[in-house]
């Protein structure tokens, strides 16, 4: 069990080492976002899903691999479970997790099973994971929820014609953002949607311009600050607005 009382960091409002749950860390920006909170002195659970996931392979007496399929309630709920042999709470909760299988279909060819797998695992599963850990959040001293998204989901820039799955997925996405934080907002709670740029990672493509580690250490101060008002709710790096 983590002790009541951590260090003091720069970095948590109660004066403890802040606890973070991030879903989808066997690669990419889920990875990335592992390392920065480490760095940072988080306690950190990691959601993997791949046999020799990295993180199930890195020594760090504050980093807890948990196995989480965040399309499988019962997976969620055993990785609470989990969670809660270590800690009574969580700070943050980061929704990272996502699939982006059918960009690029045109509309005669799309598979309605992959649209389904798309919204089943960007747009439920976060909400998934959020149901099952509002209550360790609300135990927690930050009580904040960070789902990523992505510019595909902004309704008023939209110019693709295609990515009907993956860009349907993050506005919905988005709209549950607005949505919890109707719901949680009277708590103390500030939920986010953030875009994390175009990344080199398997999702995106081998020439964009960011790797996940520098996206990763771009939104870690927005997702952290503690100036809450001073945040825009859909925010992209260093925590410029984005517009839904
Ligand atoms: N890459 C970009 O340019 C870009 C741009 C805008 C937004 N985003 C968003 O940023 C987030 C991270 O993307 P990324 O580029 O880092 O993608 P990535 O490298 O493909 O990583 C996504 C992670 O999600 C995991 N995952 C997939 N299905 C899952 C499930 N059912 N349960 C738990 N984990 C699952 C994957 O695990 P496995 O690999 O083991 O399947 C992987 O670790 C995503 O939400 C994405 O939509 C990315």
């Given at each position: 069990m983590i002790p009541a009382t951590m260090p003091p960091t720069a970095h948590s409002p109660s004066g403890k080492r802040g606890t973070v749950l991030i879903t989808g860390t066997d690669s990419g920006?889920?990875?990335?976002?592992?390392?920065t909170f480490l760095a940072e002195n988080w306690i950190v659970f990691a959601g993997w899903i791949q046999t020799d996931s990295p993180v199930t392979h890195m020594d760090n007496p504050h980093l807890i691999p948990v196995f989480l399929?965040?399309?499988d309630l019962e997976s969620i709920k055993a990785a609470?479970?989990?969670?809660?042999?270590?800690?009574?709470?969580?700070?943050?909760?980061?929704?990272?997790?996502?699939?982006?299988?059918?960009?690029?279909?045109?509309l005669e060819k799309l598979d309605f099973d992959v649209v389904q797998q798309v919204l089943n695992v960007n747009a439920v599963g976060p909400l998934r994971v959020t149901q099952q850990c509002v209550g360790l959040l609300r135990k927690g001293a930050y009580k904040r929820i960070v789902n990523l998204s992505s510019e595909a989901g902004s309704i008023i820039d939209c110019r693709r014609k295609s990515w009907f799955g993956y860009s349907m997925s993050k506005a919905a996405l988005n709209i549950q953002t607005?949505?919890?934080?109707n719901y949680l907002g009277a708590e103390g709670f500030r939920v986010y949607s953030a875009h994390p740029g175009g990344m080199r990672t398997g999702m995106g493509s081998a020439v964009a311009g960011l790797s996940p580690?520098?996206?990763?250490n771009r939104l870690y101060?927005?997702?952290t600050g503690f100036a809450d008002n001073d945040i825009p709710q859909f925010f992209e790096?260093?925590?410029k607005p984005m517009r839904w």
């Open positions: 920006l889920g990875l990335a976002f592992v390392h399929d965040i399309t609470r479970s989990e969670i809660m042999a270590h800690t009574p709470s969580l700070d943050l909760l980061i929704n990272n997790a996502g699939i982006n299988p059918d960009c690029g279909i045109p607005r949505l919890l934080q580690q520098e996206s990763a101060a927005p997702i790096l260093d925590g």
